[in-house]
């Protein structure tokens, strides 16, 4: 259903049979237009005849529903908990198909990215075992951000962490880091990605919610920095030998 506030009307947006089961949740690009959610109907196109979970988007505006995804099998995890760009260019979801041939073969569950406009899929996550969940993309689809219980960047911190990524360049980077996990199930990012925002019970700050109740974070970016070095780096030559692979602790002083 759709309720306009300005009119106060309510609008019953899709016809399903008794079969029909809508999973998980759904969401709105900017202006309304479009509505995109998962559904195990097949909405008299023949196209899911099999009833499985598939992406569909509706257009408010022409009163139409596209299916996105087309597949068979998969566990109750399948297409599930859909995000849209504000202009509805691109869809993410999460899936344990493999929609982009060959990149999912071990049928986990993976953050996948759909373009409207090219119709095509790009998987973002590749992971074994565990669970990827709530992706949620900025307004302008630059960044997308995501749960995992994968150690995706090797810091070693177990349990659900919030990650991350720059479309673009598909650069990751993780969020959180509390030992045992966020345990949260709510996301949500800014126009521009910069600042996340995401329900815990945990105490992600050390001491601030040590009550364990259900609390608002945000996470903002930071400045990261990096420095290369060629196995001898020191102020004065020939400085001590550093193995390659070895992590460095450095102290920059920004100006």
């Not at 008794?18 to 998962?38: E, K, Y």
């Not at 499985?52 to 009163?63: L, Q, S, Y």
């Not at 993309?137 to 960047?153: I, M, N, V």
């Not at 109740?213 to 990096?226: C, H, P």
Request: glycine share 8%.
């Amino acid at each position: 259903f759709l309720f306009d506030l300005a009119s106060r009307e309510l609008t019953q947006v899709t016809d399903s049979d008794a079969n029909s089961d809508p999973r998980a949740s759904l969401a709105m690009n900017g202006d309304g237009s479009l509505i995109v959610a998962t559904f195990s109907s097949d909405f008299d196109t023949g196209m899911n005849a099999d009833r499985n979970g598939e992406v569909f988007i509706i257009d408010t505006v022409a009163n139409e529903i596209a299916q996105v995804t087309d597949t068979f099998g998969g566990s109750s995890n399948n297409e599930l908990l859909p995000s849209i760009t504000s202009d509805g260019a691109l869809i993410a979801f999460v899936s344990d198909r493999d929609l982009v041939a060959g990149s999912n073969t071990d049928a986990n569950s993976e953050v996948f990215l759909y373009n409207r406009s090219t119709d095509s899929f790009r998987q973002l996550t590749n992971s074994t075992q565990g669970m990827v969940s709530r992706p949620s993309l900025s307004a302008d689809g630059t960044r997308l951000a995501f749960f995992s219980d994968r150690d995706l960047l090797g810091t070693g911190e177990a349990g659900v962490q919030l990650y991350r990524m720059d479309l673009a360049s598909g650069a990751l980077a993780q969020l959180t880091r509390i030992d045992g996990g966020v345990n949260s199930s709510l996301i949500s990012l800014s126009d521009t990605g910069e600042i996340v925002s995401f329900v815990s019970n945990t105490d992600v700050i050390d001491g601030e919610n040590r009550d364990g109740n259900a609390e608002l974070f945000l996470a903002e970016s930071a400045l990261r920095l990096e420095k290369q070095v060629n196995g001898n780096d020191a102020d004065v030559a020939p400085g001590p030998s550093i193995p390659v692979g070895e992590e460095i602790t450095w102290t920059f002083r920004v100006t």
